[in-house]
């Protein structure tokens, strides 16, 4: 009887050893398929930044910015410091809606004059969404509209104050609406 019980803890801690490197090796194979996925993404989504392989063919001659649209050059993003939150009159009773929204411009100058004049860009967009209705913000139709009457009413103040129109979009990261 005794050589029985001393059997099962034999047996008892060859499973245990056997569980224990299962379970090592089966560590290892996960941090090796871990290590060859991060490698794969940052290769395949890493990009070159050289200028040479994003440079366009043919003319190297900058196109000439109108008076209506922003100057050329790259998107900066500058998010207003706080979210829009108003009441529109809906069907059967006020709903409340809290927007956060974003301009895009191009170039650092219209983003330094964009955050120059935060005020006068929320003084707008306040008036724009509080203008609006709880059945317009419903459906997709709607909501670009209000972006594009957004967009037409900033740059029409930012055109009196600067002489330019430094706003290129305006974008809703957020929208909510009870």
Same mark, same amino acid.
């Given at each position: 009887?005794?050589?029985?019980?001393?059997?099962?803890?034999?047996?008892?801690?060859?499973?245990?050893?056997?569980?224990?490197?299962?379970?090592?090796?089966?560590?290892?194979?996960?941090?090796? @398929?871990?290590? @060859?996925?991060? @490698?794969?993404?940052?290769?395949?989504?890493?990009?070159?930044?050289?200028?040479?392989?994003?440079?366009?063919?043919?003319?190297?001659?900058?196109?000439?910015?109108?008076?209506?649209?922003?100057?050329?050059?790259? =998107?900066?993003?500058?998010?207003?410091?706080? =979210?829009?939150?108003?009441?529109?009159?809906?069907?059967?009773?006020?709903?409340?809606?809290?927007?956060?929204?974003?301009?895009? @411009?191009?170039?650092?100058?219209?983003?330094?004059?964009?955050?120059?004049?935060?005020?006068?860009?929320?003084?707008?967009?306040?008036?724009?969404?509080?203008?609006?209705? =709880?059945?317009?913000?419903?459906?997709?139709?709607?909501?670009?509209?209000?972006?594009?009457?957004?967009?037409?009413?900033?740059?029409?103040?930012?055109?009196?104050?600067?002489?330019?129109?430094?706003?290129?979009?305006?974008?809703?990261?957020?929208?909510?609406?009870?």
């Amino acid at each position: 009887m005794a050589e029985d019980k001393n059997d099962n803890d034999d047996e008892q801690v060859e499973e245990k050893t056997g569980s224990k490197k299962k379970k090592l090796i089966l560590s290892g194979i996960i941090g090796i @398929v871990l290590i @060859v996925t991060v @490698v794969l993404v940052l290769w395949l989504f890493g990009g070159s930044s050289s200028p040479e392989s994003s440079a366009p063919t043919g003319s190297s001659t900058p196109a000439p910015s109108t008076s209506s649209s922003p100057e050329i050059g790259s =998107a900066l993003y500058v998010g207003m410091p706080r =979210a829009f939150v108003f009441i529109v009159p809906g069907d059967s009773r006020e709903r409340t809606v809290q927007i956060k929204a974003q301009l895009m @411009v191009r170039g650092e100058a219209n983003e330094e004059l964009a955050k120059k004049h935060i005020p006068l860009i929320e003084g707008t967009l306040h008036e724009v969404f509080s203008s609006s209705t =709880a059945d317009r913000l419903k459906t997709a139709e709607g909501k670009g509209q209000l972006r594009e009457l957004a967009l037409t009413e900033v740059r029409s103040a930012l055109q009196e104050i600067t002489g330019k129109p430094v706003v290129e979009q305006v974008l809703f990261t957020s929208l909510v609406m009870q």
